[in-house]
């Protein structure tokens, strides 16, 4: 890209002065940028993504599952050449997985139905298909007793009283609070507690992505949700003698959120709208137009210089990890320095909790978990470790019956954050992961008559996420905190100055934390940017396009 020169950006030529520049290119800002496409022509737009590919946390990768798979990724082309084996590349989604609410009001099943990406269905909670080890008898719990206590403590027991109190209550607690609250007037024995503090992990802590200690108890469920059920993605896969790569634009094989989401782009991308490792370091929004200034990653550091684009107006879909950390570098009045409007976002921007939720990819020889097992689930002897590796979703067998060997671990909240700060390489990650995967299988019961489950190492070195130190996101998607409520959202969504617009899963009250969510802030900022287009060209006498 050619460095303007900044003596000339100020001179508000057509060919110099954009209509919108949309600062990120995960599913907001690409949303955004189709609709403003499709209902403005004539649009003089761009898309600036720092990452060197779209989607920002809905990234897949791809691996090998073929039985002769025991290296990790062909990173050259001649391996391919040399071998007369086909490859089976399985998806992997690093960030987003499910799709949640399977109907037609959703765009992301809009558009998984016109590009006919294919899905499976996660079936609704059953127990028997639900492994959970407790630690406390080293042995795991029978269907039955899954049941009963999912409904007594769940069901007939903290779900309603937590919302008595969600609707009575004047002043707002934290979840961890109330939880408490409730062991002491239902006088729940240890193992009670126990229990029910694992089915909140289970059911609140991973779904919203904030601890008990933060999560506000009146509102951090004040989302709404689609009918038709929940689906994961990447359940098909695709036999190649490609070479086991991918580019920066388009993935090549099937399957997968980045599949997707570069279906939506994919029309943008052709037109050359979207400029990948464009890191935006400043928007100056006190003139009669905007400043964003940004550099080139592509380039060698030693060259690299700042460039500058003006435009009309701007659109910021960045994360709100990003946001909280690097606002008074980003903003040009900073917020704190701003108007009215501006402080109240600001607030916003604080008070908001965004969570992280990090992810192990485990690809084994062969399955050691029970075969019809969805879910499996570590009840810990001590529930400060819920969510510490204590999830693992058992990937479901392929399209046409293949058998997958693979396990997706999770962690989430401070648990998630503290790994990426004590363990500086992945590997002590997968050591903490396989020594309480052993601790589990391999400790003998009595059914097992002295028959112990051998848990073998992974057949590839193992995919770590870490999403808290990954400055382009800085975390993995908000959630309500103690402190704040709907206003919140509506405050950090607020134009500025009629020029600065924001988008993103953090502004949307409906559906925050999902890709949807992302998706349907972007249309909402595009409308809201047509409307202020279409008065200053009706102002200036030039006509809508």
């Known amino acids: ?187 729940l024995s240890q193992e009670h507690e126990r229990f029910l503090r694992f089915i909140v992990d289970t059911e609140i802590v991973e779904d919203y992505c904030g601890s008990l200690e933060d999560l506000s108890m009146k509102f951090f469920d004040s989302d709404d949700e689609y009918p038709g059920g929940d689906s994961f993605l990447g359940v098909t896969f695709e036999t190649t003698t490609k070479p086991y790569r991918t580019t920066t634009q388009e993935p090549r094989y099937e399957g997968g959120y980045s599949k997707l989401i570069y279906k939506l782009a994919e029309p943008l991308v052709q037109k050359g709208k979207v400029k990948l490792e464009c890191k935006v370091t400043n928007v100056d929004y006190s003139g009669s137009s905007c400043e964003v200034t940004y550099v080139d990653l592509t380039e060698g550091t030693e060259n690299r210089k700042p460039k500058t684009m003006r435009a009309k107006t701007v659109l910021i879909t960045l994360p709100l990890g990003v946001l909280k950390k690097y606002h008074k570098d980003i903003l040009t009045p900073t917020l704190a320095d701003g108007s009215k409007q501006a402080k109240m976002k600001l607030k916003a921007i604080n008070s908001l909790g965004y969570g992280t939720m990090n992810k192990i990819i485990l690809h084994f020889p062969y399955r050691f978990w029970p075969p019809k097992a969805q879910w499996l689930s570590i009840l810990e002897t001590d529930p400060q470790l819920q969510g510490r590796w204590t999830e693992f979703y058992c990937h479901p067998s392929m399209s046409d019956g293949t058998q997958v060997n693979v396990l997706i671990g999770f962690c989430v909240t401070h648990h998630a954050e503290e790994m990426e700060q004590i363990y500086s390489n992945d590997e002590d990650i997968v050591k903490e992961v396989m020594d309480k995967l052993r601790s589990v299988f391999e400790t003998p019961t009595p059914q097992d008559k002295g028959q112990v489950v051998s848990v073998p190492d992974p057949v590839q070195t193992p995919i770590v996420t870490r999403w808290k130190e990954d400055e382009f996101s800085c975390g993995s998607y908000s959630f309500t905190k103690l402190g704040t409520n709907e206003k919140s959202r509506s405050d950090l969504r607020q134009p500025l100055n009629n020029k600065l617009f924001f988008a993103g899963e953090a502004t949307v009250n409906d559906f925050p934390g999902t890709t949807h969510g992302a998706a349907l802030s972007g249309k909402r900022a595009a409308k809201e940017i047509s409307r202020v287009l279409m008065e200053k060209r009706l102002l200036r006498g030039i006509g809508v396009n």
């Open 1 to 187: 890209m050619k460095q303007n020169n900044k003596n000339t950006t100020d001179k508000d030529s057509a060919e110099q002065l954009k209509d919108v520049i949309i600062i990120g290119g995960g599913w907001s800002g690409i949303a955004a940028a189709k609709s403003l496409t499709e209902t403005n022509k004539n649009i003089n737009l761009c898309v600036l993504e720092a990452r060197n590919y779209i989607g920002g946390r809905s990234k897949t990768t791809y691996i090998d599952i073929s039985e002769n798979s025991s290296k990790d990724k062909v990173e050259k082309e001649d391996d391919f050449n040399n071998n007369n084996n086909k490859t089976t590349i399985l998806p992997v989604d690093l960030g987003s997985s499910w799709v949640t609410g399977m109907s037609d009001n959703n765009p992301i099943y809009r558009l998984i139905k016109s590009e006919k990406i294919p899905y499976c269905k996660s079936p609704p909670f059953n127990p028997a298909n639900q492994i959970v080890y407790d630690r406390s008898k080293s042995k795991p719990l029978s269907s039955k007793k899954i049941g009963s206590m999912y409904k007594k403590l769940w069901v007939h027991g903290f779900q309603p009283y937590l919302e008595v109190h969600q609707e009575d209550s004047l002043s707002d607690v934290s979840l961890g609070t109330l939880i408490n609250r409730y062991a002491r007037e239902k006088s």
